[in-house]
C-alpha cells in the first residue's frame, strides 16, 4: 500500500467554532475540503505518529465516507491504533467515554449536533483531546493557524477498512480497532446510578418515553432504558439512527420536539418524558403536563445528585455557562459549593472538571453533564433524573413545585434570531459594546440597568482569558438579559438573546415564563434595537 503525497492550498475558514467545524455537508464532500481540516488537526496537535485516536459519529450523510477517509489519513499520518465505534458511530459522550477509558491520545467524532443532517444540511467534525474532552480554544487555534499554512496532506492508497462488525484488522501499518459503540457506554452508566431502584419505578408502573429524534441515542436508549431497565418495549420511539435524521432537526426543544411535547400533555400521558439530539450529548426533560427548562434541570440535578450512587459524597462544585439561568448558583449556594461561569461551550468545563473544581456542569441549551466524562451527555441527565424520581417517589411536577418553593424560581426563556444578515447582528452587538460603560442607571421599558459587561472568562486552572464572550445586562429586581452571536451556524448569522428573571414570590411560582419575562423581553428589545437591526418582528425560535 502506497501513500500519496496530495498538495493542496489553504481553505479559508476553517476555524473551529463553539463545537467544532460546522458547514454544508456539499461543503464538506467538496475534493480536499475534510482532507484539508483533517490534516491541519493532525498538524495543528503536533503530529499524531505512534498516537491512539477514537473516531466514530451521529450517523448523518457523509459520516461513513469521512469515516473511511480519516482513517486512511492517519495510517499515513503514522498513527498506531484508531478505536472506531461499529459502523463508524459513536455519541459523543461515548466517544469522550472510550477516550478516557482506553487512555486515548484524542479522538475525532463526527456531528453537527443538533443540526439537521442530508447531503443539503450540515455536516461537521470535532476534536477532542486526551481527557476525552473538546479541544480548548489553544488547540483549535493552532489547528486554525495549522489550515492557513497547509500545502500537502497524506493519504493512504488501500481499500475501505471494514466497520461492519467488532475486531482488529491492519490498515496499511495502523491497527483498525472496531468496538460495539454502546457497551463500554452502557456499563459506566450501570456503575454511576441506581439500575436496581429504576427496575423498579419502571416495574410498579411507572411510564416513560423517550424520543432518540431518528439520531444517534436510539441503539444507546434501547440497550440502558429497555435491555438493562426494563422499560417498556417501545418506550424508544424514532430509536433508529437515520442519515437525515427522518428530515427533522435533532435539537430536543419543545419546537424541534413537539411530538414529545405533545404525547407529554394529558391524564393518559407517561410520567417522564425525555429527548436527546444529533449526537446525543444534550436531553430535554418533562413531566406528565410539564416541561423542565434546561437551566431549572441543572439546578434540580445539583440539588438532588446525592441521591444516585455515583455522586452519594456530594458535589465538589458546580459549572454553567453565563448565559444558563442562575438557578444553579442558589443550590450551590445552599450547598456550600463554588458555582462557576464559563463562556459558552463544553471546552470551558474541562480544565475545572480535571481539576476537580466542579463535579456537574450544564448549559442553557439543554446539556448537562458531570465528571465521569468530558462532554455533556444527554442520557447521563436522563438516568440520574430516573435515580432521582426513583429515590423521591415524586411526580416531575411535585419534584419542580418543591424545588421553587425551597430555592425560588428563576423564569427563564431563549430567543433566536436564526440566519439574520451577519452585518446587521454584528451592529446590534457592537452598538451595545460601544455603550456598555453608560448602561448602567438608564432605564429600558421601564427597567433600570444595573450592571453591563461584555463577558471575559479568566480560567481558574490555566489562566487563558476568553474575551467578547457575550454581552451581560443586569437588570433590577434580579432580571437578566444576554446578547450573543452563535457560533454553531452555517448561514449568516444566529442572534440568541437570553431572558431571566429571580422570582421568589410565592405567589408568582406558576406564570406563563413568556408572560412572566414579558417586561425583560421588552427592555431587550428597548437596550438593543433587535427588530432594527435584523429587520425581523419575532424570534424564530423560542425556547
Ligand atoms: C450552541 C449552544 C451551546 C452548545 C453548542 C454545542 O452553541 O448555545 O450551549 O455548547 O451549541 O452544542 P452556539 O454557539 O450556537 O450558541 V451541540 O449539542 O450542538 O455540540
Ligand atoms: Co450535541
Not at 475501505?160 to 456499563?187: H, K, T
Not at 427563564?412 to 460603560?437: K, N, P, Q, T
Request: proline share 6%; with cysteine.
Amino acid at each position: 500500500m502506497t501513500i500519496t503525497t496530495q498538495a493542496t492550498t489553504p481553505i479559508p475558514g476553517q476555524k473551529p467554532g463553539t463545537s467544532g467545524l460546522r458547514k454544508k455537508t456539499r461543503v464538506f464532500m467538496q475534493p480536499g475540503y475534510l482532507e484539508n481540516f483533517v490534516q491541519s488537526v493532525f498538524n495543528g496537535v503536533g503530529g499524531i505518529e505512534g498516537r491512539t485516536l477514537v473516531l466514530g459519529g451521529d450517523g448523518r450523510h457523509f459520516n461513513d465516507r469521512a469515516a473511511q477517509i480519516i482513517l486512511k489519513m492517519a495510517a499515513a499520518a503514522g498513527a498506531a491504533r484508531v478505536i472506531v465505534g461499529q459502523g463508524a458511530l459513536l455519541s459523543t459522550p461515548a466517544a469522550s467515554h472510550l477516550i478516557r477509558l482506553r487512555k486515548a491520545d484524542g479522538g475525532l467524532v463526527l456531528s453537527a449536533s443538533h443540526n439537521p443532517g442530508g447531503p443539503d444540511a450540515d455536516f461537521g467534525v470535532k476534536y477532542n483531546i486526551a481527557n476525552g474532552g473538546p479541544a480548548p480554544e489553544a488547540v483549535t487555534d493552532a489547528i486554525h493557524r495549522a489550515s492557513e499554512g497547509l500545502r500537502a496532506y497524506r493519504i493512504l492508497d488501500a481499500a475501505d477498512a471494514d466497520l461492519s462488525r467488532p475486531g482488529e484488522a491492519r490498515l496499511g501499518e495502523m491497527i483498525v480497532e472496531v468496538v460495539d459503540p454502546v457497551a463500554d457506554y452502557a456499563d459506566l452508566m450501570e456503575r454511576l446510578f441506581d439500575f436496581d431502584t429504576i427496575r423498579a419505578l419502571l416495574a410498579g408502573g411507572f411510564r416513560l418515553r423517550f424520543d432518540a429524534m431518528h439520531a444517534i441515542t436510539g441503539p444507546y436508549a434501547r440497550a440502558l432504558l429497555e435491555d438493562r431497565l426494563g422499560a417498556a418495549p417501545g418506550s424508544i420511539v424514532n430509536a433508529t439512527p437515520l442519515p437525515d435524521f427522518g428530515g427533522g432537526h435533532p435539537d430536543p426543544n419543545p419546537v424541534w420536539a413537539a411530538d414529545l411535547v405533545g404525547a407529554m400533555t394529558g391524564p393518559e400521558a407517561p410520567d417522564f418524558g425525555a429527548a436527546s439530539d444529533g449526537d446525543g450529548d444534550r436531553n430535554m426533560i418533562l413531566g406528565r403536563d410539564v416541561y423542565v427548562t434546561p437551566s431549572d434541570s441543572l439546578a434540580v440535578l445539583a440539588a438532588n445528585a446525592h441521591l444516585a450512587p455515583g455522586y452519594a459524597d456530594g458535589l465538589r462544585g458546580v459549572a454553567r455557562s453565563m448565559p444558563t439561568s442562575r438557578a444553579v448558583d442558589v443550590v450551590a449556594d445552599a450547598l456550600g459549593i463554588p458555582c462557576h461561569a464559563t463562556p459558552t461551550g463544553w471546552k470551558f468545563f474541562g480544565n475545572l472538571l480535571d481539576a476537580g473544581q466542579a463535579t456537574l456542569c450544564g448549559e442553557e441549551s439543554a446539556g448537562t453533564g458531570s465528571d465521569h466524562v468530558r462532554e455533556k451527555d444527554g442520557l447521563w441527565a436522563v438516568l440520574l433524573w430516573l435515580n432521582i424520581l426513583a429515590v423521591r417517589g415524586q411526580s416531575v411536577a411535585e419534584i419542580m413545585a418543591d424545588h421553587w418553593a425551597r430555592f425560588g424560581r428563576h423564569y427563564y426563556s431563549r430567543h433566536d434570531y436564526e440566519g439574520v444578515e451577519a452585518e446587521g447582528a454584528a451592529r446590534l452587538i457592537d452598538g451595545l459594546r460601544a455603550r456598555l460603560a453608560t448602561l448602567p442607571g438608564q432605564s429600558f421599558a421601564g427597567l433600570a440597568v444595573t450592571a453591563a459587561e461584555d463577558f471575559a472568562y479568566h480560567d481558574p486552572v490555566d489562566g487563558s482569558v476568553s474575551r467578547a464572550q457575550g454581552v451581560q445586562i443586569g437588570l433590577e429586581g434580579g432580571a437578566r438579559v444576554v446578547f450573543r452571536l452563535s457560533g454553531t451556524g452555517t448561514e449568516g448569522a444566529t442572534l440568541r438573546v437570553y431572558l431571566e428573571l429571580a422570582e421568589a414570590d410565592p405567589a408568582r411560582l406558576h406564570d406563563d415564563p413568556q408572560t412572566a419575562l414579558a417586561p425583560v423581553i421588552a427592555a431587550a428589545e428597548a437596550l438593543a434595537g433587535i427588530t432594527r437591526h435584523t429587520g425581523r418582528k419575532a424570534p424564530d425560535v423560542i425556547t
